[in-house]
């Protein structure tokens, strides 16, 4: 069946609609960040780089670590713009764009994000490198997609909905990151359930001059607990990655750069430091 011109928007010189690029221009690695700036700080690590393109705040660089052919992309902040980045790396992978159809042999990609965030637990310091077990999503992306999870994500959803039950009007939903990149780039690092939400400020539980609606949010979250499962940290990105990752059969893992401890109300006076550990943990174990 050939997808609409008005779905899939592909620009004149055959490149994606929002990301530019075209589907060689994709590496089966691709690591997320979600500051363009940051692009060049993955890149600069690169033994050779062999294309630069931009649009708007996505910005790539494709090139080599080793003989590795990798792919860094910059997403911008959000779940909204995971939606866009997600399903065009899918469609430049996974679709014949001159006959708009999906390809009979599905390509899929390790994607695996650096990015930064705060924890919710106080055993858990600035400077941790911390794996994303699980994405907890407190947006609305997924609400318009078709799910399939596991009986593992179904049982820790069900703890999660009753432990969450008095928050208005959210419907999480919860997706595990791929076990073999938590195994491998994700080894001996700490884990746990990250949250990923809508905002920033009152979405984290800040305050700064509107009225939270929700009291003690951090308080809330740190509070969880299903089996051996706790909550980390807060970010807002991780969930809708792992999600359409998964929808798409895709492979996903969040590496999260803490900078900041929500409860003892601290902030890093070196977060490039940290960012830049992460970046180089990540890749010296692809």
């Known amino acids: 069946m050939k997808i609409a011109e008005s779905d899939l928007i592909i620009n004149p010189d055959g490149s994606i609609y929002h990301l530019n690029l075209l589907p060689e221009d994709v590496a089966d690695t691709v690591i997320t960040v979600g500051d363009p700036d940051r692009v060049g700080e993955v890149s600069k690590h690169f033994d050779r780089v062999e294309l630069k393109k931009g649009k708007r705040e996505f910005i790539t660089h494709t090139g080599y670590v080793g003989a590795k ?61 911390l794996a994303s077990s699980f994405g907890l999503g407190m947006d609305a992306l997924m609400n318009y997609y078709q799910q399939n999870p596991s009986g593992k994500e179904q049982d820790l959803l069900q703890d999660v909905n009753s432990h969450f039950g008095q928050l208005p009007n959210i419907h999480p939903y919860l997706t595990a990151a791929d076990d073999t990149l ?9 884990h746990g359930i990250t949250i990923t939400a809508p905002g920033f400020y009152a979405p984290q539980g800040r305050k700064v001059r509107a009225e939270n609606l929700i009291p003690d949010f951090i308080g809330l979250i740190n509070s969880f607990k299903s089996n051996e499962y706790r909550i980390t940290n807060l970010e807002m990105e991780t969930a809708g990655i792992y999600a359409l990752a998964k929808v798409l059969g895709h492979k996903a893992l969040s590496i999260n750069a803490i900078l900041a401890s929500r409860v003892k109300f601290e902030f890093s006076k070196s977060p490039d430091k940290i960012v830049e550990q992460a970046i180089k943990l990540v890749l010296e174990r692809l």
């Open 182 to 190: 938590l195994n491998t780039i994700g080894k001996d690092l700490t």
């Open 69 to 129: 052919r990798v792919t860094v992309l910059s997403t911008g902040i959000g779940t909204d713009n995971i939606d866009i980045v997600f399903n065009e790396l899918d469609a430049l992978v996974n679709v014949d764009f001159e006959r708009r159809e999906v390809k009979k042999e599905l390509r899929s990609l390790n994607i695996i994000r650096v990015g930064t965030s705060g924890a919710v637990q106080p055993d858990i310091p600035m400077g941790t490198i």
